[in-house]
């Protein structure tokens, strides 16, 4: 579904990514573990080309995109909730959802405004709603839902369960179990190794931008250095 192969990512003259490589497979759940300043962030963008990797590929679903403008990339498939939400704080809910709004892709779930407020009961309740009215976590629920509004094949999460409540954070473990049972391939960006041992099928720490581990989360606990060394604080 997913590959990257030899990024290497640039914010000015600093070296963020260096030879960066990984792969996801369809249906698969991966979570890209590492600390703050680790370069999870800057992967996200580098696959949606909102950062240009200098060198490397990014192919998705066999189709070289890395010289694809981000809008290219996002109408293919490619749905990315970004760690600052970026929701429309004057419009509503519905509003907000209908911003995201996308043509039906064959071969990935259609989303609906009852799928998404099934999906997320709280911004049910909350409908008619305007963004700012919203809590973080809400925030949060809505970014995703207008995110799913474009029916995406692949979906990108930066942080996910950076700075909501614990039971908001539950939630979401529940609502990316669910996208997984529906066949929806999912990267996500994480610090918190409990969250991403709940939802994920297996695990990419990076550090200094460079792939330190790829593998389950048995094969993590086997190697406790190397846990130790690039996730503990």
Known sequence: MLELFDINSFYGKAHILNDLSFNIAHGEVVALLGR?????TTTMKSIMQMVRPATGSVTFAGQDISKWP?????????????????????????ENLEVGRQSPREGVPTWSFDDLFDLFPNLAERRNNRGRALSGGEQQMLTIARTLMGNPSLLLLDEPSEGIAPIIVEQMAKTILELKSQGLTVLISEQNLH????????????????NRFDGNFADLDSDPETRDAYLSV
């Not at 969250?195 to 460079?210: H, K, L, N, P, Q």
């Open 195 to 210: 969250f991403a041992r709940i939802v994920a099928d297996r695990a990419v720490i990076i550090e200094s931008g460079t």
């Open 70 to 94: 981000t809008h290219k990339i996002a109408k293919s498939g490619i749905g990315y909730v970004p760690e600052e939400r970026r929701i429309f704080s004057d419009l509503t809910i519905v």
């Open 36 to 40: 703050n300043g680790a370069g999870k």
